[in-house]
C-alpha cells in the first residue's frame, strides 16, 4: 500500500500543478478583456477631447470668417453711403451697416468666449495624452505578453498531462486509481494527510482510531469519512522499506 499510496502522492502533486496551470490560465483572458477595456476607455478620452477641439476650431474658423467678411461689407457699404442722394436710401443704408455692425459685435463676443475655452482643451488633450498614452503602451505590452504566457501555459499543460499519464501507470491497483479520479474530479487534492490527532488536515474532520491504525498499519486504502479522500500519514510513508 505504501508504494501505491506514494504514487498517489505523486498523482496529487502533478495534479495541484496542473490546477495552478489551469486557474493562470483561466486568468488571462479576464485580464486581457480588462486591460484591453481599459485602453479603450483612456482612447475615447483622448478622441472625444480631440474631437472637442476640432469642433470649437470649426466655430471658430467661422465666426472668425464672418466677422472678417461682414467688416469687408461695412467697409465697402460705408464707402457707398457718401455718394447716397435721398435721405430715405440714406437711413436705410445707415440703418443696415448698424445691423452688420451689431451682428460683428455678437460674434465678437462669442469669440472672446470661445477662445478661451478652446486654449483649455488643447492644454487638457496634451495632459491626457502625457498621462495616457504611456499607460495604453504598457497595456498594449502586457496584452502581447498575456497571450504569449498564454501560449507558453498551453505546451506546459500538455507536458504537465503528459507527466500525469506517466505517474498513473505507477499505479497497479485501479480500483484505488478510479477512487482516486472520481474524488479528484470533485475536490483537490484528492488526498489527505492525517496529522498526529487523527485529524484530516484537509477537512478537519476526527478519524477514529481504528481507521488511523489501519493507516498506519499500511494494509489497505482508506479514506477519510468526512471528505471521502484517500488518507495518509506522513510520517509513515517517510519511513524507509
Ligand atoms: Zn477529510
Known amino acids: ?73 461695412v467697409t465697402s457699404r460705408e464707402d457707398l453711403v457718401k455718394d447716397i442722394k435721398t435721405n430715405k436710401e440714406y437711413q436705410a443704408a445707415l440703418k443696415e451697416v448698424a445691423t452688420a455692425k451689431k451682428e460683428i459685435k ?51 499543460l500538455a507536458k504537465t498531462r503528459q507527466e500525469r499519464s506517466e505517474a498513473k501507470k505507477n499505479i497497479t491497483n485501479k480500483d484505488i486509481l478510479n477512487y482516486y479520479e472520481k474524488i479528484h474530479t470533485r475536490i483537490e487534492p484528492a488526498i489527505a494527510k492525517v496529522d498526529n490527532n487523527c485529524i484530516c488536515t484537509e477537512c478537519g474532520t476526527h478519524l477514529l482510531p481504528q481507521t488511523y491504525n489501519l493507516v498506519a498499519v499500511g494494509k489497505e486504502i482508506q479514506t477519510c469519512n468526512g471528505c471521502k479522500r484517500i488518507i495518509y500519514i506522513e510520517e509513515i510513508l517517510a519511513e524507509a522499506g
Do not use: C
Open 106 to 156: 455678437d460674434k465678437e463676443t462669442a469669440l472672446q468666449g470661445l477662445v478661451p475655452d478652446l486654449e483649455a482643451k488643447v492644454t487638457e488633450l496634451a495632459k491626457i495624452k502625457d498621462e495616457n498614452t504611456p499607460i495604453i503602451d504598457t497595456l498594449k505590452s502586457k496584452i502581447l505578453q498575456y497571450k504569449l504566457r498564454f501560449e507558453d501555459l498551453k505546451l506546459e
Open 1 to 73: 500500500m505504501k508504494e501505491t499510496l506514494l504514487s498517489l502522492l505523486k498523482l496529487a502533486e502533478i495534479d495541484g500543478r496542473i490546477n495552478k496551470l489551469k486557474d493562470e490560465q483561466d486568468e488571462i483572458p479576464r485580464q486581457v478583456k480588462d486591460d484591453s477595456q481599459d485602453i479603450i476607455t483612456r482612447q475615447d478620452l483622448i478622441e472625444k477631447t480631440s474631437r472637442d477641439i476640432t469642433e470649437k476650431e470649426l466655430t471658430k474658423k467661422t465666426l472668425t470668417d464672418f466677422i472678417q467678411e461682414k467688416n469687408q461689407w
